[in-house]
């Protein structure tokens, strides 16, 4: 007989209460080798999480055959009670490299890539029908503060179809051609190829360009930055010259540069 087939005799403790939940006999066989904390066992079909344990080994618990677990219940979360924020977000999002930051980087949440942005006017089709899925969650899925319903976007997969230089459009926006770089909140590195320009009102135009060809030209979203007149103009001129439209894809809006709206939403970042 291997001491694999010994019975283990267990006792619970709610990790809670400290009270006793009960003894058992236990397989050695069905119990892990180590216990590590958050370790998940199932109990008569509940999950419970393993907070600590006494012995922590197989060798141990096999050659005593005693075993004390501190556990707590694992809540299972309705899926009908889950929220989200948004009631979109991108699919895809960049990685990030290896170089460290400097600290002037532009910082956004991951749920923030490309939620306001410029779009070249050829892929307006495929950008409507994707308004078009996004309104159907504010539709149909709107709960109080969130949404039900998100629908993650894979298209346009990449944003730009002229052929720009990262320089040019610096060149357009009137700013040094320097990128102060991309990341993520709670990231240690930079967004691998990406860029960021801030304008004079620190307002921010930032994406990715790989081997400075820029393929994301997305608008930052800081509820306390506007853009001011200037700022407006040379997007518009932008947009005029590369011919983009500026989309708002939680807002399901999609403008050319003509359109008021256009200078609205800039101004308008709440």
């Not at 299972?76 to 989200?84: A, G, K, M, Q, S």
């Not at 308004?131 to 969130?146: P, V």
């Not at 320089?167 to 009137?174: D, G, R, S």
Request: proline share 4%; aromatic share 6%.
């Amino acid at each position: 007989m291997t001491s694999f087939s010994l019975n283990i005799e267990v006792t619970f403790i709610d990790d809670t209460t400290d009270e006793s939940l009960g003894v058992t006999q236990i397989p050695a066989n069905d119990l892990p080798d180590l216990f590590e904390r958050d370790t998940i066992i199932n109990l008569s079909g509940a999950d419970w999480n393993v907070l600590n344990a006494r012995p922590k080994t197989r060798a141990q618990y096999t050659k005593s055959k005693h075993l004390i677990l501190w556990i707590s219940r694992v809540d299972r979360v309705n899926p009908d009670d889950i929220l989200y924020s948004l009631p979109s977000i991108c699919a895809v999002v960049p990685e990030v490299n290896n170089r460290s930051l400097s600290g002037s980087e532009l910082t956004i949440a991951e749920d923030d890539w490309r939620q306001f942005e410029l779009v070249s006017h050829q892929l307006a089709d495929k950008v409507d029908k994707e308004i078009a899925k996004i309104q159907l969650i504010h539709e149909t899925a709107t709960a109080g503060d969130g949404w039900r319903s998100i629908h993650l976007r894979k298209k346009p997969a990449i944003p730009i179809v002229s052929n720009i230089a990262l320089t040019h459009l610096a060149n357009i926006l009137k700013v040094s051609a320097k990128s102060t770089g991309i990341t993520y909140h709670g990231s240690q590195s930079q967004i691998a190829n990406g860029y960021s320009f801030q304008l004079n009102d620190d307002f921010s135009v930032y994406g990715v360009a790989p081997d400075s060809k820029v393929q994301v030209i997305a608008i930052g979203q800081d509820s306390n930055i506007s853009a001011n007149d200037k700022s407006i103009e040379r997007l518009q001129q932008l947009a005029r010259e590369l011919n983009l439209d500026l989309v708002h894809w939680c807002r399901c809006v999609r403008v050319n540069p003509d359109d008021p709206l256009f200078a609205s939403l800039l101004a308008d970042l709440d």
